[in-house]
Structures are given as structure tokens and as C-alpha cells.
């Protein structure tokens, strides 16, 4: 099954003001989604139509919260969001997708390959059984868990030292609140909710940044 997915034209210029001279890889990302990770359940039909601004994009604007040069993890990444957005975005970043199922990691490893990501690794594995294998300076993670359970998934691959970022929904002032004893526990330093892509996109997304360690 091929569908072609044309962004609309606010779509469009928010994608190549995020993309820049990489939107060509980009739009081949969006393919792939719309084609083989559909066929494979990895998104369903409803999502293609707002592949664009509910997925890609969404998560994309997310990228320029990190620093230059960065290790980042991606816990669950699924069909590459957050991930491989931020790896076409930023070819400064080193990117490891953690994902525990093999028919996923199948399809992330052909899309990394087509598109050639060489700062991609895909590590088949769930994140409290990667802790040993890896040191991030930022964690991300979209649609894993609550918050206070993602955190004890997510938190103890900084190693003591670096930043969460969780992208959530309207809710997320709410997790924050029923998280905050474990936040604590886990050594959170600071914990607070922002919006990124405000002057890009239409509906600006809404991400939890969890700072552990660092200047007090």
C-alpha cells in the first residue's frame, strides 16, 4: 500500500523552517510511516493524515531544547518519535533508539539504513535492562508511561547527571504533581513544564524537563 502524505501548506513551512536543508530526508521519513510502519501497525490509518503536524513535527521542535554534540536515548521508540526526528534534524546528536520489540527494531534498522542516519544506533532492549549498556546526557521519551513510572525508567540512564525530556499532553502539569515524591526520590533537581515550536506550529508541544544533577 503507497500513500502519498502532502503536507498542508502551514505544515509545509513550519517543516522547513524545523528541517532546513534536511527536509528531503524528512519527507522520506514521513513515507515510511505512512507506508511500511502502517502496514506493520506501527501507527495506525487514522495518523496519516496528521503525520505531519500530530507526529513528526511535534516531536521535531523538541530538538532545540538539547545541547550541541549530545548522547541522547530515546525509551520506546516505536516508530522513531521523538528519535529519529531529532537525528534527521540534528546530525550533531548521537542517537540510541531502545526498543523492546524485535518487528519494530526490524523496521527502525530499514528506515535508518534508507535514510542514512549514521548517527543512529538501535538497541533491541527495555530501558531498566539498558541502564549498564548506557550514559546519556538527555533522555526523551513520547506516549511510554505516566510520569512517575517513566521517570524510573528513564532517569537512571543520566547516571546522575543530565535532563529528561518527556513529551506529554494537557495533562502534564497533573503527572507532574502525582510524580513529585518520586521525582524527588530518583534525584530530580528541578522539574518543570514548557512549550516548544510556539512560533512554528499551531498547537506548540508541551514537554516535561526533568534536570537531574548539575549546579544546585
Excluded at 518527556?166 to 513529585?180: D, L
Amino acid at each position: 500500500m503507497s500513500q502519498e502524505v502532502q503536507p498542508t501548506s502551514d505544515e509545509l513551512r513550519a517543516a522547513r523552517e524545523v528541517f532546513g536543508d534536511r527536509m528531503p530526508v524528512a519527507e522520506r521519513y514521513v513515507q515510511h510511516l505512512a507506508t511500511s510502519g502502517m502496514e506493520r501497525g506501527l501507527l495506525g490509518p487514522r495518523e496519516v493524515p496528521r503525520l505531519w503536524s500530530r507526529h513528526v513535527l511535534n516531536c521535531a521542535v523538541v530538538a532545540d531544547l538539547i545541547r550541541s554534540d549530545a548522547n541522547v536515548v530515546d525509551v520506546g521508540s516505536g516508530a522513531g518519535l521523538p528519535g529519529l526526528t531529532f537525528a534527521i534534524a540534528r546530525t550533531d546528536l548521537e542517537l540510541t533508539l531502545v526498543e523492546p520489540l524485535e518487528r519494530r527494531c526490524i523496521w527502525l534498522s530499514e528506515v535508518v539504513e534508507d535514510l542514512e542516519l549514521g548517527n543512529v544506533t538501535i538497541l533491541r532492549s527495555r530501558a531498566e535492562q539498558a541502564v549498564e549498556l548506557l550514559d546519556a546526557d538527555v533522555v526523551t521519551a513520547r506516549a511510554v508511561s505516566a510520569l512517575g513510572n517513566l521517570a524510573r525508567l528513564t532517569v537512571p540512564l543520566l547516571h546522575g547527571e543530565g535532563e529528561v525530556l518527556a513529551i506529554k499532553g494537557r495533562s502534564a502539569v497533573e503527572e507532574v504533581e502525582k510524580a513529585t515524591k518520586v521525582l524527588r526520590k530518583l534525584g530530580a533537581r528541578n522539574t518543570e513544564v514548557i512549550t516548544v515550536g510556539n512560533t512554528v506550529l499551531s498547537e506548540p508541544t508541551t514537554v516535561v524537563r526533568i534536570s537531574v544533577g548539575g549546579p544546585s
